[in-house]
Every structure is written in structure tokens, then in C-alpha cells.
């Protein structure tokens, strides 16, 4: 498995009171762009947190840049995923009172990474935010929201970047849009992009993907 940028077996989880949940083993070689396919309440958010180590298993393992992810424990663990994996969640979650530049830097401060302002500018122009580089959040639309919150997820040029409904509310032109963004982002970054979705529309274009 030491080409698999990601690796999980025998994962499952226990709420507490609730129910429990077992998922597939997954592998996801470098460059590999993945889809993970459910209906609402089937436990895809809840897996990409198991993933990411941003929640434990009840059993199982995963292995992330061949390192186990859950012999790490705090600001180790934290380092080694700021460094190693991008997510994109539902919300932009950026921090209100920072720019949109200075969201991006968290990032890399985060990954305990020199602070890159071209690195920055470059993404931004890609991303066509280099207008909004010193704007505060409130001032961005919800799709250029979406855009800095890709930038801050794979400025560390990540080995999995993970994102969770990218394309949930909207319609097919902006579906096929945030897509191929996605797509071109993850490989001009070297990214093996995992997108976790109940979009059935989009299940064509992968030729890797698990179902829950």
C-alpha cells in the first residue's frame, strides 16, 4: 500500500445512544480523484472526519501519506494534516475578521510552513480572486467564498484533498464549473481529490468510487 496517498480498513463508528455505522475499505492512489456516493444520513460526513482524523473510529485504521493516523495525538496530529490534507467543507467556515489573503496564511502557518505571498497570488489569479486578496469575507459572494476556501485547502499542495457536497444547491452549469475547478486545482496542485456527495449527476465523472 505505500503508493496509496489514503488507506482505511475495518472503519466504523458508534455514536453514543445512536447508531452505528460501518464503511468500505478505501484506497486512493496518487492522482486519483475519487467520489464517495450516498443519500443524506448515510454517514459521508462523518467518514470524511474518520479520514481526516478529525474524529476516532470505533474500529479500523487509516493510513494517510503511509503514516497512521491515529498513533498522532494534538498539535502533531494537527501539524500533520495542515500539511498533508486540504478540506473543503460545506461552509467556507473563513475566519470573519481576516482577508481573504490572511485566511490562506493561517494555512500555512497552521502547517507550520513559511508564509508564500506569490504562492498566494498565483492561486488567487487562478481562482480569479486576485481583486479580492485584502477583502473581508462579508464582502465576497457565496461562490467566491467557495473559491477561497479551495485556495486555503490546497496551498500547502496537500496529497489528499477532501471535499464534502462541493455541489449540493446547485445547478448544472455551476455543478459542471465547480467541478472541473476542482479537478483542475487538485492536479495543478498534485492533489488526489475525494469528493463525498449525494449528487448522482456527477457519478460519471469518476472512474474510482465507493457507495454508502
Known sequence: MTDAVLSSVRLSYHYPQGAKLTFPDIRIAKNQHSLLLGDSGTGKTTLLHLLSGLSTPTTGEVHLMNQSLYTMRGAALDAFRAKNLGFIFQEAHLLR??????N???AQYLAKNPVDEQAIADLLDQLQLNDKAHVLPNQLSRG????VAIARAVINRPGLLLADEPTASLDDK???????????IANNYGS???IATHD???KDQFTNSYQL
Open 192 to 194: 488526489s481529490l475525494l
Open 144 to 147: 467566491q467564498k467557495q473559491r
Open 104 to 106: 490562506i496564511k493561517l
Open 200 to 202: 448522482k449527476r456527477i
Open 97 to 102: 475578521n481576516l482577508t481573504v489573503t490572511e
Open 174 to 184: 455551476n455543478t459542471d464549473l465547480v467541478l472541473q475547478l476542482l479537478f483542475n
